[in-house]
């Protein structure tokens, strides 16, 4: 149990960081919150926390540098790889059947720095071969640097390692110094935007991946998102969490069946 004065004493923070980055973390985990604020104070070799409330009430690039280390955004390309292969074999040969002339429209949420994105179109640019409408993927991210990383498309061997020789061959340039760029054929798909996930509306999808970005968030908060979520995504269209994420203990059952719970992919009801 935290004592009243440490709670208050994060709320400073969490205003600090809003004041000056305009993103509001009011939602995060507050137990993760700390976790972190403990650690870059750690860094920083400061031990006392009126010390750390001193700094980042004066300091924007502090704020920055927090922020930076809340929206922690490990990802790789085809993260999970049995998640993709029940998309290949189950979910987009499905979503195909019913959508006969509209092209697919697909929403990676929490897109970090695009390998997620890339997958997806990687995954539809494939699936779509030889028929004749299109697909377009909506990548959002809340954090700045992570969609421009996204936008050049660029990556190092490690978040490559799920990607198949054919794949790397086919849909990347390799270049003198060693990385890889997306082909404009994948990249000119995506459309990017930085946005908080809460602030989405007035759009249809066919299917959304919101995959590891929900482990930050609290419970409330899941359960406007899943709501949100059925909202935004036309009749039977799918939801893709994280391996570590689960509607148990909200109410997005309401909203969603679970279909494929290894894959924790769920179907919107109705
Ligand atoms: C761990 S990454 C997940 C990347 C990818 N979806 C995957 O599964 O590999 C989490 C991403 O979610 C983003 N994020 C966190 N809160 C968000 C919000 N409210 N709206 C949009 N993106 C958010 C973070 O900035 C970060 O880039």
Redesign the pocket.
Known sequence: MMEPKIIHKLDLVINEVKKKTGINIQNFKHAFLERRILYRMRNLGISDYDEYLKLISTSFDEAKSLYAIF??????FF?DPHVWKKLEQDIVPELLNKTRFSPIRAW?????SG??SHSISILLNESLHGHRFGYQVYA????ID?IDHAKKGIYQNENLINVSTQRLNTYFEKSLEGTYQVTPQIGKQIEYEV????KISGKLFDII?????LI??NKETHEQIFKKFANVLKKDGILVL?QDESMIGTDGDNFFDLIYPKERIYKKIL
């Open positions: 929206s922690i955004n490990v990802t790789k993260r990676s949420c929490g897109s970090a390998e997620e959002t991210d809340i954090s992570a946005v908080d996930m809460m991946f919101c995959r590891n970005v930050y968030y994280g």
